[in-house]
Structure formats: C-alpha cells, structure tokens
Nanobody
Framework: QVQLVESGGGLVQPGGSLRLSCAAS????????IGWFRQAPGQERELVTC????????YYAESVKGRFTISRDNAKNTMYLQMNSLKPEDGAVYYC???????????????????????WGQGTQVTVSS
C-alpha cells in the first residue's frame, strides 16, 4: 500500500500560481498511475490531470490545459501539480491519488471505466479570490 500526504494549498489571487505536492510513502509511485482530482462545494469530484505508467502519457481536463502541469520526482517519491493563471473556478479541495490497476490508462480508468483510484491523500484546500 502507498500513503499519500498533500501540501501546498492556500489562498491565491486570480492569475496567481500555486504548487501542490504529494509525498508518498510505503511504496514507490513508479508502480502506480498517479493523478490529481478536485472537488468544489456542491459538485462531484473531477479528474484534473494524471500520468500513466510505462510511457508516462498525461491527461489534462480541458478546463486546465495550458495552465496546470503534473509531474513526478521519482527520487523523492513525490508528485506535484503546478497551477498557473488560476481562476476563481479552480477553487476546490484538491486530492492526489494513485492506483496500480490504472497504470496504463490513468484517465480511461476513471472517465471510461468509471472506476476510482485506490489510494488518496487527505486533500488540500485551494481558494482563488481577490
């Protein structure tokens, strides 16, 4: 099993940037598809971005393309979400997640097969407001 701990959320003005971190322990992230999800009040949790294993194919939700970047540092066993040009509608609780069965299809696992990642961080609040 892998344990995930997020950090880096907070309050930022529109147009600003934040970087979220997700430190993993208990198992190497190399063996998992990894992703970031978010949930705003009254809305369903949505997949924001993910990285598949193997060739490292990435997926980005249309709403964040060109603004958000997912990355991983294998040496630190940590994943990151760099968020630029933030908008008020980006405000939500952000969760990092990992799943071994989603390894080759990080987005299809969720969006097509309608399955849920197995391992989750505790969530970190991102608020975008002036």
């Amino acid at each position: 099993q892998v344990q995930l701990v997020e950090s880096g959320g907070g309050l930022v003005q529109p147009g600003g940037s934040l970087r979220l971190s997700c430190a993993a322990s208990g198992h190497t992230l190399d063996d998992y598809a990894i992703g970031w999800f978010r949930q705003a009040p009254g809305q369903e949790r949505e997949l924001v971005t993910c990285i598949s294993g193997g060739d490292g194919t990435t997926y980005y939700a249309e709403s964040v393309k060109g603004r958000f970047t997912i990355s991983r540092d294998n040496a630190k066993n940590t994943m990151y979400l760099q968020m630029n040009s933030l908008k008020p509608e980006d405000g939500a609780v952000y969760y990092c997640a990992a799943d071994s069965l989603a390894y080759y299809h990080c987005s299809g696992y969720v969006l097509v097969q309608n399955l849920t990642y197995d391992y989750w961080g505790q969530g970190t609040q991102v608020t975008v407001s002036s």
